[in-house]
């Protein structure tokens, strides 16, 4: 007899774009969620900030996790390092080693304790093809893994409901759940307005064009 999953998510929120879309649609299923924050040196605290706005914009509960790199690695992580105006081919400067590996850790300990069905990430492979840990096999590998380590009797699902959208699609979907597009950041910059530059500013921009409609960030 399979064991019954419990309608609480724990849901990861950067305060992007696409987790934004992954929190309200975890919600349109029936989801209670509990929402997961991390403040882990990120280059700018402009997207944990949104994320709270996020949150609270969708009466969900919330905890900010803050742990630190003391090691950097990435452009996210070190202010040394410069955020690359263009897109290049393989892994991208703003790649942090590991980052999904730690955070959906955490996530698995959150929800064991509170017996949560699932765990929900807005993860998506098509645009960010040059993070490793974001791609499907990945995600297949780490769910094997889960089942193995832990010791809750209850079933905890890992779902990556965009892993196979396109970020026009993401925002359409968006649009049809009502997601607050105007209190999400997706800039690895912190400013009143987008940088316009980075290959996150350029894949949000391409996104809001295909999918007929204007990013209420640029309109303001």
């Known amino acids: 007899m399979k064991s019954k999953i419990s309608k609480t998510a724990v849901v990861l929120l950067s305060g992007g774009l696409d987790s934004a879309v992954v929190l309200c649609l975890a919600q349109a299923q029936g989801y209670q969620c509990q929402v997961l924050i991390f403040d882990y040196g ?18 969900c509960a919330y905890r900010i ?11 996210l992580l070190d202010q ?10 393989g892994v991208p400067a703003t790649y942090v080693p590991a980052r999904n ?4 850790s955490f996530a698995l300990s959150w929800a064991e304790v509170i017996k949560a069905g699932a765990i929900f990430i807005g993860a998506h492979a098509q645009d960010y093809s040059g993070y490793p840990d974001c791609r499907p096999e990945f995600f297949k590998a780490f769910v094997k893994m889960a089942k193995v380590g832990l010791a809750a009797k209850h079933r905890i699902q890992i779902l990556a409901p965009l892993l196979n959208k396109n970020k026009a699609q993401i925002i359409g979907l968006g649009r049809e759940l009502g997601v607050p597009f105007n209190l999400t950041w997706s800039c690895y910059r912190a400013g ?10 350029h894949y949000r921009a ?3 064009k295909e999918a007929g409609l204007i990013d209420p960030l640029i309109k303001r």
Do not use: Y
């Open 42 to 59: 990120q280059r700018h605290k402009q997207e944990v900030a949104c994320a709270v706005k996020i949150t609270k914009a969708s009466g």
């Open 65 to 75: 996790l803050k742990i630190n790199f003391p090691w950097k690695g990435s452009a």
């Open 80 to 89: 040394k390092i410069k955020i690359p105006k263009k897109i290049t081919p």
């Open 101 to 104: 590996i730690m955070f959906l």
């Open 192 to 201: 009143k307005k987008p940088c316009g530059e980075c290959d996150s500013c």
């Open 206 to 208: 391409k996104g809001f």
